[in-house]
């Protein structure tokens, strides 16, 4: 994958760099006559020479609706089919796809070094598929999505029998937030749950967030809350908090402009209200993105 390019100012090099699942980052040359690529510099050959990575594999399904949802599973360099491993579902964040990098915010990688299979899937609605898979969303808040990451969960279990049922957790950040805390109303599967800066409520949302009303321009179009209760308290998880069995781990930046602390914290006030299993993590001075820890 393509992560930054800079082009000669006679346009006849270039210079990027890329990655990708598996392989770090690394520096190349472009001809831009030929088309030649060369490798320029590995910066981190030498530490990388000593770890040994898993591999990647690309996993999709056909959902009940009929869409392909494509995704990918990352295996622990240590992999053994014979032994029983614990898992990780991971989703977008945004309704931007996962992209095909190597570790970033959420390194995989790192997970399956500590012994978990690793699977991402696309539910639709990301960007890059086209304007009918986008369209999708509108309007939907988490009904088609929820439903296919359960789904995919499933088929996931069924198709890899050396993951551990009883052991599968869930994550997603700001609308992959939301989403977990949407697919724990609706679902038991799960042994455990993280949502960072997600959405439990889609009228506080709209009126605080930074994005919240131009994102909805979009994801909710021509829909107000006080035109579809249906959307912005049937799909808010927080009306649904009584439903929630999964302990759930809510990460917040407290500085967010875009999914504001309260988003967390109102969920957190219900499942504590409730008994339920919760917690809190408060990122001092951390916006949306949690840069620093």
């Not at 609706?65 to 579902?89: L, Q």
Request: proline share 4%; hydrophobic share 40%; with cysteine.
């Amino acid at each position: 994958m393509l992560d930054d390019i800079s082009f000669s100012a006679k346009g006849k090099n270039a210079v990027f760099t890329a990655s990708s699942s598996n392989v770090p980052k690394k520096v190349y040359t472009l001809d831009l006559a030929t088309n030649e690529i060369k490798l320029l510099c590995f910066p981190e050959a030498e530490e990388y020479s000593k770890i040994k990575l898993g591999e990647v594999k690309d996993w999709n399904f056909v959902s009940e609706a009929g869409r392909e949802v494509e995704g990918r599973v990352y295996f622990p360099a240590t992999f053994d089919a014979n032994k029983k491993y614990p898992a990780i579902v991971y989703f977008y964040g945004g309704t931007g796809p996962v992209e095909k990098s190597f570790e970033g915010r959420y390194p995989f990688n790192i997970y399956t070094a500590n012994g978990y299979i690793v699977y991402v899937l696309q539910p639709t609605g990301a960007n890059g598929y086209g304007q009918k898979n986008s369209a999708v969303n509108v309007n939907d808040w988490g009904k088609v999505t929820a439903a296919e990451v359960v789904e995919g969960t499933k088929k996931f279990l069924e198709a890899f029998s050396f993951v551990d049922a009883k052991r599968v957790g869930c994550m997603g950040a700001s609308y992959g937030g939301f989403l977990t805390q949407n697919v724990i109303t609706k679902t038991d599967i799960f042994a455990a749950a993280i949502s960072h800066a997600g959405i439990s409520t889609l009228t506080s949302y709209w009126g605080e967030g930074y994005w919240g009303m131009w994102f909805n321009a979009v994801a909710a179009a021509e829909s107000f809350p006080w035109n579809r209760k249906d959307i912005y308290v049937d799909h808010s998880p927080i009306y649904s908090a009584d439903k929630i069995t999964t302990p759930l781990l809510l990460l917040h930046g407290n500085t967010d402009p875009n999914v504001p602390l309260g988003e967390s914290w109102t969920m957190y006030t219900a499942l504590k209200v409730l008994g339920k299993d919760v917690e809190l993590i408060e990122v001092d001075k951390q916006e949306h993105w949690i840069m620093q820890y």
